[in-house]
């Protein structure tokens, strides 16, 4: 039994910030990459962000540098996301994933293990 658990979506006015958690439970990950990827409406499922194994390495899509930051707590095998500056192109169902494996790969089919997602909403 592996699970990831998101929460902190929800609907934002445009410039509006939200913080995104996810935690493992049924398992460890402290020692594997975590990573952030949305799917909007009729779209492929996109990366956002990164966090490699040792917590320094990040990776970011140019669409959300400087707006959003990535985190991690391996004491709570927890991963979190700030979210500043929201745009209304930022409305998605947001997932969190994981590998056991230490390096941030920005492509989807390289994690083993998601959550069920979160909608974020920004309305301009």
């Known amino acids: 039994q592996v699970q990831l658990v998101e929460s902190g979506g929800g609907l934002v006015q445009a410039g509006g910030s939200l913080r995104l958690s996810c935690a493992a439970s049924g398992r460890t990950f402290s020692t594997g990459a975590m990573a952030w990827f949305r799917q909007a409406s009729g779209q492929e499922r996109q990366f956002v962000a990164a966090i490699g194994c040792g917590g320094h390495s990040t990776n970011y899509a140019d669409s959300v540098k400087g707006r959003f930051t990535g985190s991690r707590d391996n004491a709570k095998n927890a991963v979190y996301l700030e979210m500043n500056s929201l745009k209304p192109e930022d409305t998605a169902v947001y997932y969190c994933?994981?590998?056991?494996?230490?390096?941030?790969?920005?492509?989807?089919?390289?994690?083993?293990?998601w959550g069920q997602g979160t909608q974020v909403t920004v309305s301009s």
């Open positions: 994933a994981a590998r056991t494996g230490c390096y941030g790969y920005v492509r989807a089919n390289e994690y083993d293990y």
